[in-house]
């Protein structure tokens, strides 16, 4: 997966979820602790297609998971009973462009 596999980001608290958008959440690290936002997503149709996600029934949300500062960051993509999960690795240059074109900064 890259940056543009995912769109349109922005903070649930905000706003309300559009059709196509998924719930998402950034579980990420910053100089003081840890943080947990919770965002609204649009996956791509290549997202859609990935051979793991088609498997699953539905999709009730993806999780972005800062496993350490310059790592490639985990996808969880959880299905709604959360019995299966599809896991892809994106690079953390990918992670900060997709936050970029969608003007979300973290705090750092």
Known sequence: MTAADFTNLHLQ??????EGEVPAVIEHDFAD?????????????????????????AVAGIS???????EPWKILVHEPAMIREVVFDLAEA????MLADSGVTLPG
């Open 94 to 97: 990918e992670f900060q462009k």
């Open 13 to 18: 608290y905000k706003s309300t979820q559009a």
């Open 64 to 70: 972005f998971l800062q496993q350490a500062p310059g």
């Open 33 to 57: 602790g840890r943080m947990v936002d919770h965002y609204f997503v649009t996956p791509s149709a290549a997202f859609w297609q990935d051979e793991g996600v088609a498997q699953l029934d």
